[in-house]
């Protein structure tokens, strides 16, 4: 995905998962590369509480975490732009 390429929808922000988020290290990067003005909510998946709680110390209430399998998403189709 070339994120430089992604356009906000009109009508709400733009909806970005990271499955397998880990400590959050990529987040900065990810937003980093976000086109200028793009007001995106950003959400999280890992497995691993204990990675959650590393991430979370990362990047604050920026990003909303959830527990879950990749396998299994918890979330409906198409919930998300990217």
Request: charged share 20%.
């Amino acid at each position: 995905m070339a994120l430089q390429d992604v356009t906000q929808p009109r009508d709400r922000p733009l909806r970005i998962l990271e499955i397998g988020i880990g400590t959050g290290a990529n987040v900065d990067l990810v937003r980093a590369r976000l086109p200028r003005g793009t007001v995106a909510d950003y959400w999280g998946l890992d497995l691993s509480t204990g990675m959650l709680a590393v991430c979370r110390q990362r990047t604050g209430a920026s990003v909303q975490l959830v527990q879950g399998d990749a396998h299994a998403l918890p979330f409906p189709d198409a919930a998300f732009d990217r």
